[in-house]
């Protein structure tokens, strides 16, 4: 599903990732953990398009080279980004944003009835005021509150790549479990591919597999499975450092 090869990733001149090389299928969980700053996020920003960030090197999307595609366009063939910190914009209401992006995205009219059904379906699994499917995007949310307006949308858009950025950062233990829960569950019924960032163990124990990338000196130092995971929240980074691989992927 998603290929990044050679990917040279730098921002204002300065290198973040140097040859980077990840294959992720459908239906897999990869989870990137590195130090505050190693730019994680920053390949988040690279896979959508974030045109702030120089490109070098291959990411190709469902056999598609998507290298020199804009957000929109990526965001058309599947690929959603749930940020640690949703924007508010002015203007704009969740309903008027996911009617246009649903029809942008099938070429066909919504129907408004199915549509406000599903949404306010989504909104009460969701334990979010179904008042929030016409207030405009996140003005006024709280930061839970813009957690689960963020998954409303994915519901809604049912992408094929979702790619998790901190998103557990600053919920509470309750909001953190429904978060959680709530992806487990679209995992469970669509097999996306998920890719997520995280300095806590509350999401990806939500799942029984997954694979896990290291992050350090501007490239991925070692991929392992969930044990790799446990090492590195048990013990820390440090640590863990001096039993670094470099990874030849």
Request: with cysteine; proline share 1%.
């Amino acid at each position: 599903m998603l290929n990044i090869k050679n990917l040279n990733l730098k921002i204002n001149d300065k290198t973040l990732f140097e040859k980077l090389n990840l294959d992720i299928n459908a239906g897999e969980i990869h989870v990137l953990m590195g130090k505050n700053g190693v730019g994680k996020s920053s390949i988040a920003k690279a896979i959508i398009g974030d045109t702030n960030y120089k490109v070098e090197g291959n990411i190709t999307f469902n056999d598609e080279d998507i290298t020199n595609l804009n957000i929109y366009e990526r965001s058309k063939r599947g690929i959603y980004l749930l940020n640690q910190s949703p924007i508010q914009v002015e203007g704009v209401t969740n309903a008027e944003m996911l009617r246009v992006a649903l029809s942008e995205k099938t070429g066909k009219g919504i129907n408004i009835f199915e549509f406000n059904k599903e949404l306010e379906s989504i909104c009460k699994k969701l334990e979010l005021d179904k008042s929030f499917i016409h207030r405009e995007i996140n003005v006024g949310a709280s930061g839970g509150e813009r957690k689960k307006v963020e998954l409303m949308h994915m519901w809604m858009l049912k992408p094929s790549l979702i790619i998790l950025d901190e998103i557990d950062s600053g919920l509470d233990v309750d909001a953190n479990k429904l978060v959680a829960n709530s992806i487990k569950e679209y995992f469970d019924e669509y097999k996306p591919a998920i890719i997520i960032i995280t300095h806590s163990s509350a999401l990806i124990n939500t799942f029984d597999d997954f694979y896990v990338h290291l992050l350090d000196d501007k490239k991925l130092v070692k991929s392992g499975n969930k044990e790799l995971a446990k090492d590195i929240l048990n013990k820390g980074f440090r640590e863990i450092s001096d039993t670094f691989v470099i990874s030849e992927n």
